[in-house]
């Protein structure tokens, strides 16, 4: 089985650079390929500049393998071209935007069981923002403000990315909607990986991660570890 990195937003910049370079390591170092996956930017056309943006970050963190996977709709994600660049992936990084926008592009499509199938390998599966939202149970859709399907990859959980901007703002509906989840508020340029010894969840970054479950709450910086979720693979 692999790993999950989920960063709180603001990514590709100074700070996330311990994240994403533990990252690299875990998917096999410079040498392994590199997938981006850029959908939660297409509602407002920005998916090839951030998309852009997130292959030049990993180049410049020494990746030699970089590639722009232009998953952007539904109908994209059948394509079997990128549904086997998926698959080859040893690091699968989806970017922040649109959350609801990305679950239903990426929910039961070719492309996801091909995540999931790289995954089973060994492939490390990231994202930022939207892109760690989507891999819970649930998520807030903050344009509607209501909660949609996630791609369940982490049972009973929701990310509440920005936590330390705006992300906070969702929390109160969150704990009244959600009482008996885990939810993951992770601050901006920060990540956690679960890359512990026994499963444990890492932290890295300026920021921290706040754990809201069973009415209590507890706060997490980087050189600290936690029991956390743990991933659920179905395939």
């Known amino acids: 089985?692999?790993?999950?990195?989920?960063?709180?937003?603001?990514?590709?910049?100074?700070?996330?650079?311990?994240?994403d370079q533990r990252a690299i390591s875990l998917a096999g170092g410079l040498q392994a390929p590199v997938g981006i996956i850029p959908a939660a930017a297409a509602p407002d056309d920005n998916h090839l500049h951030a998309g852009r943006n997130g292959q030049q970050w990993f180049r410049n963190l020494g990746a030699r393998d970089v590639s722009l996977i232009m998953v952007v709709d539904r109908a994209s994600a059948k394509v079997p071209q990128?549904?086997?660049?998926?698959?080859?992936?040893?690091?699968?990084?989806?970017?922040?935007?649109?959350?609801?926008?990305?679950?239903?592009?990426?929910?039961?499509?070719?492309?996801?069981?091909?995540?999931?199938?790289?995954?089973?390998r060994g492939a490390v599966l990231a994202g930022s923002s939207a892109g760690a939202m989507v891999l819970c149970?649930?998520?807030?859709?903050?344009?509607?403000?209501?909660?949609t399907d996630g791609l369940g990859l982490l049972p009973g959980c929701c990310v509440i990315p920005h936590h330390n901007t705006f992300g906070r703002q969702w929390l109160?509906?969150?704990?009244?909607?959600?009482?008996?989840?885990?939810?993951?508020?992770?601050?901006?340029?920060?990540?956690?990986?679960?890359?512990?010894?026994?499963?444990?969840w890492n932290i890295y970054g300026p920021g921290a991660v706040t754990i809201y479950r069973h009415n209590q709450v507890t706060r997490h910086f980087a050189g600290e570890s936690f029991k956390g979720p743990v991933a659920a693979v179905t395939i």
């Open 172 to 200: 109160p509906q969150l704990q009244k909607d959600l009482p008996r989840a885990t939810l993951i508020g992770i601050d901006e340029q920060t990540g956690m990986i679960n890359d512990g010894t026994s499963g444990e």
């Open 82 to 120: 990128f549904t086997t660049q998926i698959r080859n992936a040893k690091l699968i990084y989806m970017l922040g935007g649109f959350p609801a926008y990305l679950a239903d592009v990426i929910r039961g499509s070719p492309c996801w069981h091909a995540m999931l199938a790289a995954f089973k």
């Open 137 to 147: 149970d649930l998520l807030f859709n903050p344009g509607t403000k209501t909660l």
């Open 1 to 19: 089985m692999g790993y999950v990195m989920l960063q709180g937003g603001a990514e590709f910049g100074g700070h996330m650079k311990s994240s």
